[in-house]
């Protein structure tokens, strides 16, 4: 198991940008792929972006293609999601995810995840 804690949410205006922050503990935090997914209220959770555990591989949903970058710093044991030109449609809580992986592939399924954190939102005003 892996202790996961996001931070970097809150309030931005419509074109704004934010980085949200993924803190692990636990276990070596180089054997895990991360996720970061997304629940708008109403909705089911999302995939967002995803990196594998080396960090050279990534892959992201089409909607926040060219404007999020997914990113990790394994000497920090974080993960991060920059979140550039930022739209309405963006607000949600986002939680990172991680799952112990010895390759390169990253999952879209929240199923294949199974360490979580507890969720930071992110609101955007139009």
């Known amino acids: 198991q892996v202790q996961l804690v996001e931070s970097g949410g809150g309030l931005v205006q419509a074109g704004g940008s934010l980085r949200l922050s993924c803190a692990a503990s636990?276990?070596?935090?180089?054997?895990?792929?991360m996720g970061w997914f997304r629940q708008a209220p109403g909705k089911e959770r999302e995939f967002v972006a995803g990196?594998?555990?080396?960090?050279?591989?990534?892959s992201y949903a089409d909607s926040v293609k060219g404007r999020f970058t997914i990113s990790r710093d394994n000497a920090k044991n974080t993960a991060y999601l920059q979140m550039n030109t930022l739209k309405p449609e963006d607000t949600a809580v986002y939680y990172c995810?991680?799952?112990?992986?010895?390759?390169?592939?990253?999952?879209?399924?929240?199923?294949?995840?199974?360490?979580w954190g507890q969720g930071t939102q992110v609101t955007v005003s139009s």
């Open positions: 995810a991680a799952v112990r992986s010895v390759t390169a592939v990253i999952s879209t399924r929240t199923s294949s995840y199974d360490n």
């Open positions: 636990g276990r070596p935090f180089s054997s895990y792929a």
């Open positions: 990196i594998s555990r080396g960090g050279g591989s990534t």
